[in-house]
């Protein structure tokens, strides 16, 4: 059995900060030491349940969170910025399930810790087929592309509820409680690790009920910038439309390509953050 893990950094119990989780801070080790854990956790309880093959995708910011030596399972680990496929990067028909580990609510969601949606200095809000959705709602198009369900979710109760609308029939495994974005009550990380150990076990053992996300066709794939700029700069890339003056939108019936497209825009706008 092979797993695709897709890992963020803003889900993981004890994490409440930026400087927690971005490299160069004096609290980063400690954040490093603590995704660790529990990316681990999730490959141990897979491994008690049979899986035998994973590979892990760092997906937070610079991506190089994760050191190959530390990853149980002997896990292949997929670092670096600027991929093509960015948090679905290594993902393909031939895995058996998907994990998003240490995930995180979208930009708007209410007491969601660190939230944002893949560029908190560029988007606003992004909708999939007028939902409002995060991080775990784009990838899936990746996801129901390649037809891989998704079999596991961590994170707070924010990625949960949202998580619900892609993936119902996940495990999903909340290690924190938010109080808002800049606050939250934990778990003590070796709690939340017995919790992702058990989830990943339960996960893996009822993957055959899993089912895949489900997405009408065509899919509108639509985004809102913070300034108007961004959105016009958007529309240098072929097939995105200005609905409104800091809002775009993409249409299609192939969700890879929809990804691929969200993707090229979200590192175009990037120009175009306040520094």
Known sequence: MKLFLSTDFEGTSGIVA?????????????GRRLLTNEVNAVIRGALEAGASNFVVNDAHHAMRNLHPQDLLGRATLITGKHKPMYMMEGLDASFDGICFVSYHGSIGAEHAILSHTYNPG????????GEIVGESGINALVAAHYKVPIIFVSGDEATAREAATIAPQAEKIVVKQSLGRFAASHLHPEVACELLQAGARRAVEQLSAMQLPGFTLPVTLEITFLVADMAEMACWIRGVERVAPRTVNVVGTNLLDLYRTFVTIVTLTRSLVDR
């Open 18 to 30: 930026w400087e927690q989780i971005i490299e160069g801070n004096a609290e980063y080790e400690q």
């Open 122 to 129: 560029a988007i606003w809000e992004v909708r999939i087929n």
